[in-house]
């Protein structure tokens, strides 16, 4: 099991740049790959970003390729999401979660951070 806790969101005016930190606990971290998700007031959850446990094999959805990073720091059990060139459209709640296996199938989530542009 691993418990995820969001950081770094707030408002930016577009053009800006945020950089999302996803603090995790549990003692295999480091053996889960990891993904970055949004839901937009009256949309559905999305998916942004994916990482391997080992930092590689990375995936990102079209909209936000070019402007948007993931990383992961496994000595420190965090994994981030660099965003450059915010567009009003980015506005969301942004969740992290686990995908223990590398499956695509997300086990464990955050609780999420609220990302704001404004035009």
């Known amino acids: 099991q691993v418990q995820l806790v969001e950081s770094g969101g707030g408002l930016v005016q577009a053009g800006g740049s945020l950089r999302l930190s996803c603090a995790a606990s549990g003692r295999t971290f480091s053996r889960y790959a990891m993904g970055w998700f949004r839901q937009a007031p009256g949309k559905e959850r999305e998916f942004v970003a994916h990482?391997?446990?080992?930092?590689?094999?990375?995936f990102y959805r079209d909209s936000v390729k070019g402007r948007f990073t993931i990383s992961r720091d496994n000595a420190k059990n965090t994994v981030y999401l660099q965003m450059n060139s915010l567009k009003p459209e980015d506005t969301a709640v942004y969740y992290c979660?686990?995908?223990?296996?590398?499956?695509?199938?997300?086990?464990?989530w955050g609780q999420g951070t609220q990302v704001t542009v404004s035009s």
């Open positions: 979660a686990a995908d223990p296996s590398e499956s695509r199938v997300y086990d464990y």
């Open positions: 990482i391997g446990w080992s930092g590689g094999n990375t």
